[in-house]
């Protein structure tokens, strides 16, 4: 089932695009290149206006977040703290080192400069679950270390959907190297692996934490979310904003981190099948929260050890293409949120699949 939920939701995801490049009679073809390479293309430039009307919508979507958490107060003393694993010193070490690799350019490892990526975030997930372990006695990786592997391979081809959508508001471009299209697929899938892995490892670290483990389970309740009516309106109306997307990318460039989401959403509400959000009906928000966060704090890293590589991404995003923390533009972390809440609910699938049937 998780299977036929899957491919269910990235038919529409893949599809829904190209049938509004089919209806501004574009040609389909520069959509269709594989890999898909994003088409670097010129936007509106800043505006005041839009960049206020964001600003305001985020703070709107978050205010009662920022809220609730600081509000919590633990009354459980916290666990002692254990010793770092050997293997959790291994990692940091590993990441010091790539990290300086990777901004630094040295004649003798100028073949492998534009690959520190992968080795870096690997460093980096192994350091985070060291830091779990040391919190709590467990991590992801060792819990489940099979069910953890998967996730690289999930992730290695969930990425390339949003590569795929790229391709319609062209917001992100890579430079600082070439390939032919064989050598760019497998260097670019490798890296696309690490993304599930590293957002599960943040979130398992978070949730470590009182405040993220209990402080936002007692919020209002969203029992709409029950009904099979509520996921086949969040489908269609996803699926609509999706193929307008490709239509007027311009203006609706921030719907390719938000449509997924609830394409995936919907399908799993109105098949009646468990979720990662379920809780959110009973005013349990504890994994919303926790996975946004990750994703944005995985992002701060991303965009950090992004800054000073030579293979890099660079960003072209209308009207808020201003005041960048790294090539970022401020407000453009914000897609991180949803963009966390896309990976739990794939990452709940992977994890709770049985043995055998992904």
């Not at 009904?227 to 921030?254: C, Q, Y």
Request: aromatic share 20%.
């Amino acid at each position: 089932m998780n299977v036929l939920i899957f491919v269910s939701a990235l038919g529409l995801i893949l599809l829904m695009p190209l049938t509004g490049i089919l209806f501004t009679g574009r040609p389909l073809a520069p959509y269709l290149d594989f890999p898909p390479r994003p088409v670097i293309t010129s936007h509106p430039p800043f505006s005041a206006l839009v960049f206020f009307v964001f600003l305001v919508f985020i703070l709107v979507s978050v205010l009662p977040f920022l809220r609730k958490g600081p509000a919590f107060k633990n009354s459980i003393a916290s666990p002692k703290a254990r010793s770092l694993p050997g293997w959790g010193f291994a990692a940091f070490l590993g990441l010091a080192g790539f990290w300086v690799l990777a901004w630094t350019r040295w004649d003798w490892f100028s073949f492998f400069q534009p690959h520190t990526f992968f080795p870096l975030w690997l460093c980096w997930i192994f350091c985070v679950n060291a830091l779990t372990y040391r919190a709590s006695g467990r991590c992801p990786m060792l819990d489940a270390p099979f069910r953890f592997i998967a996730l690289f391979w999930v992730s290695a081809g969930f990425w390339w959907i949003f590569e795929y959508l790229n391709r319609f508001v062209g917001n992100w471009y890579y430079s600082g190297s070439q390939y032919d299209a064989g050598t760019y697929f497998v260097l670019a899938t490798l890296s696309f692996s690490t993304v599930l892995p590293a957002v599960e490892s943040m979130k398992e670290y978070l949730l470590t934490f009182p405040r993220f483990s209990d402080g936002f389970r007692q919020m209002p309740g969203l029992r709409v979310l029950e009904s099979p009516w509520t996921g086949a309106g969040l489908v269609s109306v996803s699926s609509t904003l999706l193929f307008l997307t490709s239509v007027f990318p311009d203006r609706l460039f921030f719907l390719v981190w938000i449509c997924p989401f609830l394409i995936f959403l919907g399908i799993l509400i109105f098949s009646g099948k468990p979720h990662t959000f379920a809780g959110v009906k009973n005013g349990d928000y504890t994994l919303v929260v926790a996975y946004a966060v990750a994703s944005l704090v995985c992002g701060f890293f991303w965009e950090m050890f992004n800054f000073y590589s030579l293979a890099r991404w660079q960003y072209t995003i209308p009207y808020v293409q201003v005041l960048h923390l790294f090539e970022m533009p401020v407000l453009g972390y914000a897609g991180y949120l949803p963009f966390g809440l896309e990976c739990g609910l794939i990452i709940g699938l992977v994890l709770n699949t049985r043995r055998g049937r992904l």
